[in-house]
């Protein structure tokens, strides 16, 4: 009854976003091309009304704490546990400042929700060494026009459903060269409400993001990355192991 009833919620869940993406895309259509970096600083408070919007409609509440390790007038390098397709839509809008994340270039043809997914993102072929290229300087052009940057080190969803996966460089190498500190943001439950097997599935949650305190690249270089991306693991682990039962 059960995986039935995950389905009849899972057409109900598309169905009701599909409704509201309509509104945002007449939004996002009108300020699509106002140039970096007030494009973002217009579309991030309808984005964040969207999701405060769409998630109760499906019976998911969002809690966000930490909200306080985000100092005005600073950007940082967000990193985040990744778990589900439904966490951009998650992390995105509650990140208290306007800010992209990098994100595969396929979802971005999807009639529609392609301009909006577009005008919150740094699109990146990952089969294309030219597009990824492209991609590591658009996300220092991002850090540089004071927006925030939101990268999930794991690289992609860990549906293994323990723990944290093991992180790439990628997120903390920006992180150095942009000369900009790491705030980690850990994500609950959002592979509950998406799991992606069975296809077509998905269960209303209670969703949580915890935002911790950030964590200061001065005393690291190129030469020292591995010490902080090891150091971040340890911190991210170690919090989703502690709270993940008292999340559920």
């Not at 943001?185 to 935002?211: C, T, V, Y």
Request: aromatic share 12%; proline share 6%; hydrophobic share 45%.
């Amino acid at each position: 009854m059960k995986r039935i009833l995950g389905h009849i919620y899972f057409v109900y869940a598309l169905s009701v976003f599909a409704l509201t993406l309509c509104m945002v895309f007449i939004i996002t259509l009108l300020f699509y091309w106002v140039s970096e970096p007030k494009r973002s600083l217009i579309l991030h408070p309808v984005f964040k009304t969207w999701m405060r919007v769409y998630m109760p409609l499906v019976f998911c509440r969002v809690h966000v704490k930490g909200k306080k390790h985000f100092r005005k007038n600073e950007n940082y390098v967000i990193i985040c546990n990744h778990n589900s397709l439904a966490d951009p839509p998650i992390s995105t809008p509650f990140i208290p400042f306007a800010n992209k994340t990098l994100a595969k270039i396929e979802l971005s043809k999807i009639p529609i929700f392609g301009l909006v997914y577009k005008s919150g993102s740094i699109l990146v072929d990952r089969k294309n060494e030219k597009s990824r290229k492209d991609s590591v300087i658009q996300m220092q052009r991002v850090l540089d026009m004071g927006l925030n940057l939101c990268l999930y080190p794991e690289g992609t969803r860990n549906k293994t459903g323990i723990g944290i996966q093991p992180f790439f460089n990628g997120a903390f190498i920006t992180a150095i060269k942009a000369k900009k500190n790491i705030v980690p943001a850990l994500i609950f439950n959002s592979g509950a409400l998406f799991p992606g097997k069975p296809a077509f599935w998905a269960w209303p949650q209670r969703l949580h993001i915890d935002f911790l305190e950030p964590i200061s690249i001065d005393a690291y270089e190129i030469a020292t990355v591995n010490d902080l991306k090891d150091k971040a693991y340890s911190i991210m682990s170690t919090y989703y192991a502690a709270h993940e039962q008292e999340r559920n």
